[in-house]
């Protein structure tokens, strides 16, 4: 081996790491690597760049300034609306919600389909008494399985499809991957619809087993003079109130000792965690009061809940630095978090992707303050906006969609359809530019130039030749079937595009080995990279759905194994029928 080939692979594992722990933001790392593989000689200055301009990027940044527009349009709202006054079984409410998610995600990015579907599947659990922990991790899966189908689903089609054009002279057409894709996604949806009902049953409905809801959050909650708290041991609060203390600030201090030692007192502030439905009840009989409203008691005041969105300003905010809350008279009254550490006070929280807070204040106020921080509402902030025609943008997206179909490059498809739309004022260039997710952007193009190398440097052909001592090549199903394990493998820890660039260059270098046609072998790259169901931060879909869900660890393990298998040998056994 080389000194290229190793100092590439050192490099690509050092990223992969980073990219997994998730306490460095990834368009630092995504830099951070693209310079340090220009610093090991991987590639020349003149290339170093080169990702940025690439379609596949371009198509990404199109589709997004596209997905902002659709969000926008109210069409999903009024279909909710009939179909809840159908009165659905939970079923059809998890299969129909998940089946949107699905559909959306075949012609927009998953973390945009996931956004709008996500809205609508909470006002139907609402509607239907549907629990939200049944509804949110199946739209999330749907919105993975959904990008399996099209060229333009996910980056991971976009990027193994220009690779296909850079190796054979022609990439994949946009329903391509449908042959292997449609089948996985319908069986996929299907198979979580029906595995969420008995994962996450409803609570009995009798006084004596009704359970609090299951999102736990975080709050900072005074003692008032007539609280059943008073005298009672922080130990004894797990049993006695079903809320776990943190800290106890009496006279604007920490009460410091043994917790069987603390003893509430009157005045005292408690920080604690508990279900929401908890501290309701606990406001109610006035044994747990929050402070009074800066600006006192509105009329137009509201509460609402919003979930940090990887994009969002926010991430690794402090609670009393959100000045774009502060500023406008918006408290931040409690917080629903990833972290499983609690230290400090309340306006110490460090916010993480995922978490969701609890807002109240002017409506307006607080409308304003999400889409500046771009934070995703769980309800609607009932923002006076100006009318947009539900038809007209999915009519022009669909005109995008067909001309790629038919042939016409992606990257300018979709440049007409953004033109179009900001020629009729449904979008603002500037404005969208700024609300992109340029993280993921970032990261996608940084990583371009690396995922190259590993072809140029003979790094794939080195690493395939350690894995056909694994696995004969000569028969091309068993390269295929290893391929699509190892991006299986990574993607429940890496993100899927990120998979996508590293394994094509080796897909490529075993399909040349066994003198097969690459086009399986890709398939295979892209199927895998997209089925991640078994970890909450492998995908942004599943962290934001782990924080909104109020769901743990173990549940992505219990509810994505299943799927997983099921998945990997659906898509085995369709490439092997489609494709070879």
């Not at 290229?4 to 990834?26: G, K, N, T, V, Y």
């Not at 410091?256 to 502030?269: A, K």
């Amino acid at each position: 081996m080389s000194f290229e080939q190793a100092s590439l692979l050192i490099l690509l594992l050092a990223m992969l790491i980073l990219f997994s722990l998730d306490r460095i933001r990834i368009e630092v790392v995504s830099i951070a690597g693209l310079l340090g593989g220009y610093a090991l000689g991987l590639y020349p200055a003149d290339q170093i760049f080169t990702g940025f301009a690439s379609p596949v990027v371009i198509t990404v940044v199109e589709i997004l300034l596209i997905v902002q527009v659709l969000a926008r349009a109210k069409l999903f709202g009024s279909l909710a609306a009939r179909f809840a006054a159908a009165r659905p079984s939970g079923f059809k409410v998890i299969a129909g919600t998940s089946s949107l998610a699905g559909f959306m995600s075949i012609f927009m990015n998953n973390i945009g389909a996931f956004a709008i579907t996500l809205p609508v599947a909470l006002r139907l659990g609402t509607v239907l008494a549907i629990p939200r922990r049944q509804l949110v991790m199946p739209v999330s899966f749907a919105a993975l399985l959904g990008g399996l189908v099209s060229l333009i689903g996910t980056p991971a089609n976009l990027l193994v499809s220009d690779a296909l054009a850079k190796a054979t002279g022609t990439g994949f057409h946009f329903f391509d991957f449908a042959y292997v894709g449609l089948p996985v996604a319908i069986v996929g949806i299907l198979l979580i619809a029906f595995r969420v009902q008995h994962l996450f049953p409803e609570p009995d409905e009798t006084p004596a087993t009704i359970s609090p809801a299951a999102r736990r959050i975080v709050v900072e909650r005074r003692i008032p003079d007539v609280s059943p708290l008073i005298g009672v041991r922080l130990t004894d609060c797990p049993a006695r109130f079903a809320i776990k203390p943190y800290a106890l600030i009496r006279d604007d201090n920490f009460a410091f000792g043994p917790l069987d030692q603390l003893v509430i007192e009157p005045g005292d502030v408690l920080l604690a965690e508990g279900a929401d439905a908890t501290f309701a009840d606990l406001a109610a009989t006035r044994a747990l009061m929050a402070d009074a409203h800066a600006l006192g008691l509105q009329p137009d005041f509201t509460r609402i809940e919003a979930v940090v969105m990887p994009e969002s300003t926010l991430v690794r905010s402090r609670v009393r630095s959100l000045e774009v809350f502060h500023s406008r008279g918006v408290a931040v009254t409690a917080l629903s978090m990833r972290a499983p550490r609690i230290e400090g006070r309340f306006l110490d929280l460090q916010l993480s992707i995922g978490d969701i807070l609890t807002l109240e204040g002017p409506r307006i106020a607080i409308g304003e303050a999400l889409e500046e921080s771009e934070c995703l509402p769980l309800a609607s902030t009932a923002r006076s906006e100006p009318a947009l025609l539900s038809w007209r943008p999915f009519a022009l997206f669909a005109c995008g969609v067909a001309a790629s179909a038919a042939g016409l490059r992606p990257d300018v498809a979709f440049a007409g359809v953004v033109l179009v739309l900001a020629l009729l004022n449904h979008l603002n260039i500037r404005q969208a530019m700024a609300d992109l997710n340029w993280p993921i952007i970032i990261m996608l193009a940084s990583m371009i130039p690396i995922g190259q190398a590993v072809a140029t440097t003979g790094a794939a052909e080195t690493i395939a030749g350690w894995l056909s001592l694994v696995v004969p090549i000569t028969h091309p199903l068993s390269g295929i079937a290893l391929i699509l394990f190892l991006a299986m493998a990574l993607t429940p820890f890496v993100n899927n595009a990120t998979v996508a660039i590293v394994l094509t260059p080796i897909a490529l270098e075993f399909a040349r080995a066994g003198r097969h046609a690459p086009d399986a072998y890709l398939i295979a790259v892209a199927a895998g990279a997209s089925l991640d169901f078994l970890t909450p931060f492998g995908h942004h879909n599943n962290t934001l759905a782990m924080g909104i869900g109020g769901y743990r660890f173990r549940d992505f393990l219990r509810a994505g194994w299943p799927l997983a298998v099921t998945s990997y040998g659906l898509a085995l056994l369709l490439t092997g029928l489609f494709w070879l």
